[in-house]
Structures are given as C-alpha cells and as structure tokens.
C-alpha cells in the first residue's frame, strides 16, 4: 500500500472517528442527529476539502464554504424539525451546534491538521457532556432568584 492510501485511510478515518464519538455523545442522549448522521457528516466534509487537496489546487477555500453553507442547510431541518404543533419551542440547536462543528471538524481531518482534530473532538466532547450539568445548575439558581425577586428580565 502507497503513502498516499495510508494517508488517505488516516484523514478519512479520523474524520470518521471524530464524528463517531460526538455522533454517540447524541444518539446516547437520544437526539435526532446521532452517530450515523455525524460520522457521514464529517466523512462528506473530509470528502469535500480533499477534492482541490487531491488534486494540487493552491485554494480550497471554496470548498470549505461549499461545506459551510450546505451543513447550514442541514442544520437549519433539523432545527426545524424540532418545532411541532404550532409551539414557538426552538429545540434543536444544539444537535444543530455539533454537526456543524463535525463538519469543520471532518474539514481539518481532510487537511492533516491531526492537532486540530483531536483538540476539536475532545472540546466538543467537553463542551457536550461537561457543560451540560453546569448549564442546569445555573438554569435552577437563576430561576430561584427570579422567584424571590420577582424579575422576570
């Protein structure tokens, strides 16, 4: 096997392997866009950028806003997707947050910045399962001073 296929299995598999983790973080918590949908995200991103990479292009920057702005199209359904019955809910973001993150991700995996793909993953593993029960608490201590003072904004 070449250099160049070892290379490529490398990119595409971290780009697989981080959208696989942050993709089991959702399907565990039971969101729409989980494992399967973000491993194929950041594998069709690692796709997308390596095009011009292949094929010696100096720019790749279209690329990366083709990604860009087609993530944006999948993150806004599934945002949409979320409102139901008439409801003014917007659910979603998140779910929405992490596959657009996966995409940049699976972007940086295409470039062979390993650095910025495991320091990406491990940030957004963070932010997804860490954060969330700091977030609560702070959600409960602001709504028991808005109890007592009777502030509602």
Same mark, same amino acid.
């Given at each position: *096997?070449?250099?160049?296929?070892?290379?490529?299995?490398?990119?595409?598999?971290?780009? =697989?392997?981080?959208?696989?983790?942050?993709?089991?973080?959702?399907?565990?918590?039971?969101?729409?866009?989980?494992?399967?949908?973000? *491993? +194929?995200?950041?594998?069709?991103?690692?796709?997308?950028?390596? =095009?011009?990479?292949?094929?010696?292009?100096?720019?790749?920057?279209?690329?990366?806003?083709?990604?860009?702005?087609?993530?944006?199209? +999948?993150?806004?359904?599934?945002?949409?997707?979320? &409102?139901?019955?008439?409801?003014?809910?917007?659910?979603?973001?998140?779910?929405?947050?992490?596959?657009?993150?996966?995409?940049? =991700?699976?972007?940086?995996?295409?470039?062979?910045?390993?650095?910025?793909?495991? &320091?990406?993953?491990?940030?957004? +593993?963070?932010? +997804?399962?860490?954060?969330?029960?700091?977030?609560?608490?702070?959600?409960?201590r602001a709504e028991?001073?808005?109890?007592?003072?009777?502030?509602?904004?």
């Open positions: *096997m070449t250099n160049e296929w070892l290379e490529t299995i490398a990119r595409m598999g971290a780009a =697989i392997l981080a959208g696989g983790l942050i993709g089991w973080d959702r399907q565990v918590g039971g969101r729409p866009a989980g494992l399967r949908t973000h *491993m +194929l995200v950041a594998l069709g991103a690692a796709l997308i950028v390596s =095009i011009p990479l292949s094929a010696g292009l100096a720019d790749s920057s279209r690329a990366v806003q083709g990604v860009a702005t087609g993530i944006g199209f +999948l993150c806004a359904g599934d945002i949409l997707h979320q &409102v139901r019955d008439g409801q003014e809910r917007v659910k979603g973001l998140t779910s929405s947050a992490a596959l657009w993150v996966t995409a940049a =991700i699976g972007m940086v995996a295409a470039s062979g910045t390993w650095r910025h793909v495991v &320091v990406g993953t491990v940030g957004t +593993l963070l932010i +997804l399962t860490a954060m969330k029960p700091l977030e609560k608490r702070l959600m409960k028991a001073v808005e109890k007592t003072t009777g502030d509602v904004g």
